[in-house]
């Protein structure tokens, strides 16, 4: 192959230049730029881009390389400015999927322009969910969780690529690294959960609550020490007491196992849950703990409804009351019912007989939904009923250092 010779490759530009050949000059030009460089001479590259684009205005490749040449100088408005014109060319030109491409190839290191370009594309075009799984890469690589969760949703919200959605959602959870995420995952990937649940439920980290108070969504402390001392790998049997009948755990593994089996796209609720539902009742024989472990089960496969079916047949002269209308307050607030779960855990502290956990655990959630609601005064005024009882419950420290906070900027 023979060598590149910049000097003769600057001569046969002016040379068609000086002839009227355009078009082909700026070509010419534009081959000059990135053997300058590759050299250093970032400059010159650059007064060669704007003489290019000088003599072909509508060569829309020039924005992008031009960008390129103002990143290697710091020059980085500039440079999104031109990934602008860049996009907007495409979309105008009806030359997405081309560009793209091309965007893709040249702005491997370059992910903040690439960002850009992506971006400028949705300004107009929020249909394409190619466009959406390529800002949520590009977000993924700049370290970006929350944004790149966001445009993967929204990919997936198109109802196309959905193979390439499932496996970049998979990838981003993963380097989340939070285990219940992987849960959901599974409950969605078998149709369990609508897409517009897991969504919620992968997100909810970033609400207004768990970003204030930086709280972490961990199901093991929902109850005493529940989810431990199992050897079991069954995700629903780690959560229950162990008092558990030996029989409600074999009903509970078996419709595990059989929700686990269903093909996708079958509904398993109708079917599977309603013989579960039939055959549990048998063993119940008025447990309040059976009715509680349930429960507990059914929350952890989503299945809302059915959990607090079960927690509803506790009544208030029963030892376990108390725990299952802790249990259905978590799922209320869990599922953003803030109010009802205020309701709920408020009668609880109006009651007489409870352990102190127990009223720790309500007044810990009253807390949270008076933050939740804004309500920072009374939110306050629970977090000194819990301090007065435990300061170190949980964490109640941050959760005290967030309060005063809000409560001295009013």
Not at 287 to 310: H, T, V, Y
Not at 386 to 398: E, H, M, T, V
Request: charged fraction near 30%; proline fraction near 1%.
């Amino acid at each position: 192959m023979s060598a590149v010779h910049p000097k003769k490759l600057l001569e046969k530009a002016s040379s068609l230049e000086a002839k009227g050949a355009l078009k082909e000059a700026s070509h010419q030009y534009a081959s000059l730029i990135p053997i300058l460089r590759n050299r250093g001479k970032v400059v010159e590259a650059l007064t060669l881009c704007d003489k290019a684009m000088e003599l072909s205005p509508n060569s829309t490749r020039l924005h992008l390389i031009k960008a390129l040449c103002l990143m290697d100088i710091k020059r980085t408005n500039e440079a999104l400015v031109e990934m602008e014109s860049f996009a907007k060319a495409a979309l105008r030109q009806n030359r997405v999927s081309q560009y793209l491409e091309l965007a893709e190839q040249r702005l491997s290191s370059q992910w903040v322009l690439y960002c850009h370009f992506l971006k400028t594309l949705l300004e107009v075009e929020r249909t394409r969910a190619d466009i959406f799984l390529a800002l949520s890469h590009g977000f993924l690589r700049q370290g970006e969780i929350k944004s790149s969760l966001e445009m993967v949703f929204a990919a997936l919200h198109t109802g196309s690529e959905i193979d390439k959605g499932m496996s970049l959602l998979k990838e981003i959870i993963l380097q989340k690294g939070r285990k219940e995420d992987l849960l959901y995952f599974d409950h969605f990937v078998a149709k369990r959960w609508t897409l517009e649940r897991i969504e919620k439920h992968i997100l909810v980290e970033n609400s207004s609550l768990k970003s204030d108070l930086k709280l972490e969504v961990l199901k093991e402390d929902s109850f005493e020490d529940k989810s431990t001392g199992h050897s079991t790998g069954s995700v629903l049997l780690k959560s229950l007491n162990e008092e558990t009948s030996s029989v409600l755990k074999q009903l509970i593994r078996e419709l595990e196992t059989e929700l686990g089996e269903m093909p996708i796209g079958i509904e398993p609720l109708s079917g599977l849950v309603a013989e579960f539902k039939l055959k549990a009742t048998h063993v119940i024989n008025g447990d309040s703990q059976a009715c509680l472990d349930i429960a507990i089960a059914f929350k952890e496969m989503g299945l809302l409804n059915e959990a607090k079916e079960f927690l509803n047949k506790v009544t208030s002269e029963q030892e376990k009351y108390v725990a299952a209308q802790i249990l259905k307050g978590e799922i209320e607030f869990d599922s953003g019912s803030f109010l009802s779960a205020l309701d709920i855990f408020l009668q609880i502290l109006r009651l007489d007989k409870m352990e102190e956990n127990e009223m720790k655990e309500a007044l810990y959630y009253a807390v949270r939904i008076y933050f939740q609601l804004q309500n920072f005064e009374k939110a306050n005024q629970f977090a000194k009923k819990l301090g007065a009882i435990d300061s170190n419950y949980r964490n109640f420290k941050k959760i005290g250092v967030v309060l005063n906070q809000k409560l001295e900027k009013r």
